[in-house]
């Protein structure tokens, strides 16, 4: 979701956005409450009446934005193609990020996983919030394998695979600043995943 097509709503809405974003940056420890405000153009004051739980709310919430975001864009990679395969749904995930790390300025990275190294280990509200982030993500992901005639079992360990790839390519392309390592996934899982299609018996897919 681009910044613009939030500018209509409500300032609660705007500042689960904006810490979205600024996550994305420069990680947790680095977005203060005043910072999202400012990001958000939110009213004063608006942080206490929309999070009473402060921070910790605030950062959960936008953890949940973020999955729910991530699962509707496996639907929209999934329906963009005209054949959908397994390496063709795994290409968009990566491309979606090369896209970006190859514009000038860029360096953004995934919220849930800013959230994971930041807090999870002090937090087990966030640490369960980017738990239910990455299941949102990753259910339907396992879902698009299983119409693709994957076998249930199979899709939802790729699945599983698929994120946790993209995740960690993705850390190590904004180390770099270079998006060799997600190409590299693409490029060599892609076979692995077409090759699940149609695999096990007719039991695996019921």
């Not at 054949?83 to 968009?92: I, K, W």
Request: aromatic share 4%; glycine share 10%; charged share 20%.
């Amino acid at each position: 979701m681009a910044a613009g097509e939030v500018s209509g709503r409500g300032p609660r809405e705007r500042m689960v956005f904006s810490a979205v974003q600024l996550m994305r940056r420069g990680g947790v420890g680095a977005t203060g409450m005043r910072d999202v405000v400012a990001h958000a153009r939110a009213p004063r004051g608006s942080l206490q009446h929309y999070f009473p739980g402060g921070k910790e709310q605030l950062v959960n919430e936008a953890v949940e934005w973020a999955g729910r975001y991530a699962a509707g864009q496996v639907a929209r990679f999934v329906a963009a193609m005209a054949e959908p395969t397994p390496s063709g749904l795994f290409a968009a995930m990566v491309r979606q990020w090369t896209d970006e790390l190859e514009t000038p300025d860029a360096g953004s990275g995934c919220p849930v996983a800013a959230a994971v190294i930041d807090c999870a280990e002090d937090s087990e509200s966030t640490r369960t919030a980017t738990a239910a982030a990455f299941a949102a993500w990753t259910g339907p992901v396992a879902q698009a394998l299983t119409d693709m005639n994957v076998p249930t079992a199979r899709a939802e360990a790729l699945a599983m695979l698929m994120v946790s790839t993209v995740e960690g390519a993705l850390l190590m392309a904004r180390a770099e600043r270079d998006v060799r390592a997600l190409k590299t996934a693409a490029r060599e899982l892609g076979p692995l995943l077409d090759g699940a299609v149609g695999t096990g018996s007719t039991v695996d897919r019921a």
